[in-house]
T-cell receptor, first 109, second 115 residues
């Protein structure tokens, strides 16, 4: 079993709709979770972090964490073509971040 | 420089050759990471430096891989007797004091192709 599981996609969403990205993890001891965005041919960049159960909102982005279910999600409201990218879920392991394989998201104008 | 700098950006080599990849982190960042990313996959951890020492090298796939950071700044990832399976983008990242905040600043990567 992989430490972080994500649906590789591609996930296609019409412009203006809500994009929902999901991630499960295996390490019950993990306390910190992160979403990175990676444009094609570019390096990953941090867009959201979440440490507590519940929702965390930042602009059009909402991260959701459920530690009991070992589940993390990212919602993107009012999706824009510029949101088209691969979204990587990661958790804080011992002294390093452990990444999932990423979900490729395409926003269709 | 303003960001993490990696050289070369592209490297094509033949099977069995030796390769060095260089990473120049953001000034003042004490933590430095090497990851490897294959097509369609997420970054795979290789090694973590805190200062000059390798705090965690558990991700290095075998003894053909070695990394150094002699002065606590620039790091070099060294790959001996390269194999076709080593082809990937090698990403370097740095941060102020480890990954507790989750914010790693990545370079643009070195794309290694082993023929």
């Amino acid at each position: 079993q992989k430490e972080v599981e994500q649906n590789s996609g591609p996930l296609s969403v019409p412009e203006g709709a809500i994009a929902s990205l999901n991630c499960t993890y295996s390490d019950r001891g993990s306390q910190s979770f992160f979403w990175y965005r990676q444009y094609s041919g570019k390096s990953p960049e941090l867009i959201m972090s979440i440490y507590s159960n519940g929702d965390k909102e930042d602009g059009r982005f909402t991260a959701q964490l459920n530690k009991a279910s070992q589940y993390v999600s990212l919602l993107i409201r009012d999706s824009q073509p510029s949101d088209s990218a691969t979204y990587l879920c990661a958790f804080q392991g011992a002294q390093k971040l452990v990444f999932g394989q990423g979900t490729r998201l395409t926003i269709n104008p | 420089g303003a960001g993490v700098s990696q050289t070369p950006s592209n490297k094509v080599t033949e099977k069995g050759k030796y390769v060095e990849l260089r990473c120049d982190p953001i000034s003042g960042h004490t933590a430095l990471y090497w990851y490897r990313q294959s097509l369609g996959q997420g970054p795979e951890f290789l090694i973590y430096f805190q200062g000059t020492g390798a705090a965690d090298d558990s991700g290095l796939p075998n003894d053909r891989f070695f990394a150094v950071r002699p002065e606590g700044s620039v790091s070099t990832l060294k790959i001996q007797r390269t194999e076709r399976g080593d082809s990937a983008v090698y990403l370097c990242a740095s941060s102020w004091a480890g990954s507790n905040t989750g914010e790693l600043f990545f370079g643009e990567g070195s794309r290694l192709t082993v023929l």
